[in-house]
């Protein structure tokens, strides 16, 4: 299984930088109710932050870090007993709440209330290995699009909220993301976003020993590992070469890349348009380029999540943007091979593959360059995914070659 070799150069570098990022990642909780397997945060049932420290945080995001949205994540933040007043502040900070929630507590009179308070989007987390109940045990990542597709409903029918989801990708898991990126393109009127992110952890088969400091660490008390030999090393271009299995034309648009690998790529983003019977194209690396710079130069921030009334207007994407993107192009050409084609709403819709920390062979730690998902902690900006590091050791740890 090998994806189209891809040429970086080719593809729009995502501009986002430690200061001026598209995404803030806030936590105001680290409680939970699911068991996701892969989760990087420790489930604390009074892990509640207070109003006070929450706006605080926010306060040091607006101060060091110029930003479109902020995710409230966690834990599972609609679990927090001032949810609706942390939305409401976001939002009147004058940026984007998004939620990131498994969506287990969400019902339609609280979205209702969220959405009064100025919620921009929802990002749930769905897949196969959260340990879910009922009528979802046991289910795989197909069969979970039936509670995906309740979610992204319920958002649709309340109206004006932006629809993203995400999994963990694993090696037995891989299989079924073609078949979820079809899934995403059935529901493109209510779907905007699918991000997959490839599972990390540490365990017994690296060749490395931790040291936080100069001191050296006992890998089995490190928050995210296990004794079982699992694959950790999944990349975004294996997650792309099986869907291109099925979809030879799906291509990439832009990207981020690591830390210590100029060339990989731990965001990988592509932009496709179309009605939920065809997709007329996939969009070019100038499109969004072109969307980066001239949204930057409107409100003075990168575009994260677009709003609802945007990912409408692929038709309008496509009849005014031609003359600057190849993609675009071949999608307008699509477009118009059937006249009565323009009679249709056309969407944009967003696929997003995330590849975490890379150990490279000499211990260094490959991260995402530009990361969006940067937390706060003891009022500095710090990697989300490793936070857990932080709170145990004091410091990042360095993994060093035996």
């Known amino acids: 299984?090998?994806?189209?070799?891809?040429?970086?150069?080719?593809?729009?570098?995502?501009?986002?930088?430690?200061?001026?990022?598209?995404?803030?990642?806030?936590?105001?909780?680290?409680?939970?109710?699911?068991?996701?397997?892969?989760?990087?945060?420790?489930?604390?049932?009074?892990?509640?932050?207070?109003?006070?420290?929450?706006?605080?945080?926010?306060?040091?995001?607006?101060?060091?870090?110029?930003?479109?949205?902020?995710?409230?994540?966690?834990?599972?933040?609609?679990?927090?007993?001032?949810?609706?007043?942390?939305?409401?502040?976001?939002?009147?900070?004058?940026?984007?709440?998004?939620?990131?929630?498994?969506g287990h507590a969400l019902t339609k009179n609280f979205l209702i209330e969220l959405k009064s308070a100025g919620v921009f989007g929802f990002t749930?987390?769905?897949?196969?290995?959260?340990?879910?109940?009922?009528?979802?045990?046991?289910?795989?990542?197909?069969?979970?699009?039936?509670?995906?597709?309740?979610?992204?409903?319920?958002?649709?029918d309340v109206g004006g909220i932006a629809c993203s989801f995400n999994s963990t990708v694993y090696e037995d898991t891989i299989q079924h993301i073609p078949g979820m990126i079809d899934w995403a393109h059935k529901n493109i009127d209510i779907v905007n976003t699918m991000v997959f992110i490839a599972f990390r952890y540490i365990v017994p088969t690296m060749p490395f020993d931790w040291y936080a400091g100069g001191q050296k660490v006992d890998w089995q008390t490190i928050a995210y590992h296990t004794e079982k030999n699992r694959r950790v090393d999944i990349l975004s271009t294996d997650i792309l070469a099986k869907v291109q299995e099925q979809f030879p034309e799906f291509a990439p648009c832009a990207y981020l890349n690591g830390t210590e690998k100029v060339d990989s790529f731990k965001w990988l983003l592509t932009e496709r348009v179309g009605t939920q019977k065809k997709i007329y194209g996939y969009l070019g690396s100038k499109f969004i380029e072109l969307m980066m710079a001239s949204y930057h130069f409107s409100t003075g921030k990168y575009l994260s999540y677009a709003s609802t009334t945007n990912s409408k207007m692929g038709k309008s994407a496509l009849l005014l943007l031609w003359p600057f993107d190849k993609g675009v192009r071949k999608a307008a050409i699509e477009l118009l091979k059937n006249p009565l084609r323009l009679l249709k709403r056309t969407h944009l819709q967003s696929i997003l593959f995330i590849q975490p920390v890379d150990f490279m062979q000499d211990g260094r730690q490959s991260m995402c360059d530009g990361c969006p998902d940067i937390t706060v902690w003891n009022d500095d900006l710090v990697w989300s995914c490793r936070l857990e590091e932080v709170k145990s050791f004091g410091s990042f740890l360095r993994s060093v070659q035996k």
């Open 124 to 156: 749930f987390h769905v897949d196969s290995k959260q340990g879910r109940g009922g009528d979802w045990k046991g289910k795989n990542e197909i069969e979970l699009n039936e509670l995906r597709y309740q979610y992204a409903k319920m958002l649709a």
């Open 1 to 102: 299984m090998s994806a189209k070799i891809i040429d970086h150069l080719k593809l729009y570098r995502l501009p986002w930088n430690l200061s001026d990022n598209a995404i803030s990642w806030l936590e105001p909780t680290s409680m939970c109710n699911l068991a996701c397997d892969g989760c990087y945060r420790e489930n604390q049932k009074d892990g509640h932050k207070t109003f006070e420290q929450v706006k605080h945080e926010l306060d040091i995001f607006q101060l060091k870090r110029n930003s479109d949205c902020i995710s409230i994540a966690g834990g599972d933040p609609l679990l927090h007993p001032q949810i609706i007043e942390i939305v409401r502040d976001i939002k009147s900070r004058g940026l984007k709440p998004i939620i990131n929630t498994n």
